[in-house]
Structures are given as structure tokens and as C-alpha cells.
């Protein structure tokens, strides 16, 4: 996974700037995924179970925001630099106050897997509190 992750990292760092063109214009950003592109949903999943939530303090969000971010980083994520470049706000959570999704959603969390509990159990694999498949109601 890791290895995945430093590959994927790594092609986009070397990747040309991505200069939008008029017919290319994009509107909006959604995203899906774990702790790599997490902008807040774990941090309001974890006071909605009461659960102690580790990005509400330094050293998260130091580097760039310069207060606690709710990202799981000490700055911003790769689907934040993809706002900026197409000139977008940062995602905000989708479980967190949004009024509305013209710009995008964001719907990672922490610890999501694309796989339901029961095949964790069957092959003995201890998860963590954060559900898989992600967000679920």
C-alpha cells in the first residue's frame, strides 16, 4: 500500500502543471478515499462516537494552515493542491456543515476500506473503530 501510495505520489509530483483550458474547465471536486485525501469526516465521526480525535491539535495543519486542520498531515493534501491548480475552494467533509455540493464533497475518511467487515472477520483481520466502505449512515 505504501509502495502504491509512493508511486501514484511520485508521478504526479513529475507530472506537467495541469493548466486548465476553456473546454476543460472543471466545477467541482469529489472525493473518495482513506487518510490521503481526508479533509475532517474522521474528525466528525470521532466526536459524534465520542471518540478522542487526534487532528484537532498541532502538529496538524502547522506547515500550511498554521492551526489544527483536520487533515491528517501537518499540511495539505494532494486533493487540496488539485483545488488550488483548478482554482477551487478546499473540499470541506461531507459530514461536516456543508450547504452545498456545487463544488464538490469531500467523502474520505480514515481507515476506509472497500470491503464490508464480514470479510475481515473471515480472514481474522482486527479493524479499527472507523467503519469500512467509508461513510455509511
Not at 476553456?22 to 490521503?36: A, Q, V
Request: aromatic share 14%.
Amino acid at each position: 500500500m505504501k509502495r502504491t501510495t509512493l508511486i501514484i505520489l511520485s508521478l504526479l509530483l513529475f507530472l506537467e502543471p495541469i493548466q486548465p483550458t476553456p473546454s476543460h474547465k472543471f466545477n467541482s471536486i469529489f472525493s473518495f478515499g482513506d487518510s490521503c485525501t481526508d479533509t475532517g469526516n474522521a474528525n466528525v465521526l470521532a466526536k459524534k462516537r465520542s471518540w478522542s480525535s487526534y487532528t484537532d491539535n498541532l502538529p496538524y495543519g502547522m506547515t500550511f494552515f498554521r492551526r489544527p486542520s483536520n487533515r491528517f498531515c501537518d499540511g495539505r493534501l494532494i486533493v487540496d493542491f488539485l483545488a488550488e491548480e483548478f482554482g477551487l475552494p478546499y473540499l470541506k467533509p461531507y459530514l461536516g456543515k456543508n450547504e452545498s455540493f456545487r463544488q464538490g464533497a469531500n467523502f474520505a475518511v480514515v481507515g476506509a476500506t472497500a470491503l464490508d467487515d464480514t470479510f475481515f472477520k473471515q480472514h481474522n483481520i482486527t479493524t479499527s473503530k472507523i467503519p469500512s466502505k467509508g461513510l455509511k449512515s
